[in-house]
Nanobody, 123 residues
Framework: QVQLVESGGGLVQAGGSLRLSCTAS????????MGWFRQAPGKEREFVAG????????YYADSVKGRFTISRDNAKKTVNLQMNSLNLEDTAVYCC????????????????WGQGTQVTVSS
C-alpha cells in the first residue's frame, strides 16, 4: 500500500506557472504507475498526466500538452507536475494517484489517491 500527499497548489494569475509535488510513503515507489487528475467544480474528475514506473514514458491530456510536464524521482518517492501557461480552465483540485497496472486514463483504475491540492488561476 502507498500513501500519497500533494503539495504546491495555490493562486496564480493566468499565464503563470505552478509546480505540484506528490510524495509517497510505503512500498517501493517504482512499482507504481503515477498519474495526476483534476476535478473542477461541477465537472467530472479528468486525467491530466501520467508517468511510467521508471519515468521512461509520459502521457498527457490534450488540454495540457505542451504546457504541463510530469516527472518522477523514485529515490525521493516523488512525482511532480510542472504547470506553465496556466489558464482559467486549469482551476481545479489536483490529485495524484497510483496504480500497479500501468498506463491508465480512467480514475477507477487507480487504487491509491492523495487528498488533493487546490489550484486557482485568476484573470
Amino acid at each position: 500500500q502507498v500513501q500519497l500527499v500533494e503539495s504546491g497548489g495555490g493562486l496564480v494569475q493566468a499565464g503563470g506557472s505552478l509546480r505540484l509535488s506528490c510524495t509517497a510513503s510505503g512500498r517501493p515507489f517504482s512499482t507504481y504507475f503515477m498519474g495526476w487528475f483534476r476535478q473542477a467544480p461541477g465537472k467530472e474528475r479528468e486525467f491530466v498526466a501520467g508517468i511510467s514506473f521508471y519515468g521512461g514514458s509520459t502521457y498527457y491530456a490534450d488540454s495540457v500538452k505542451g504546457r504541463f510536464t510530469i516527472s518522477r524521482d523514485n529515490a525521493k518517492k516523488t512525482v511532480n507536475l510542472q504547470m506553465n501557461s496556466l489558464n482559467l480552465e486549469d482551476t481545479a483540485v489536483y490529485c495524484c494517484a497510483a496504480n500497479l497496472i500501468g498506463p491508465r486514463m480512467w480514475s477507477d483504475e487507480y487504487a491509491y489517491w492523495g487528498q488533493g491540492t487546490q489550484v486557482t488561476v485568476s484573470s
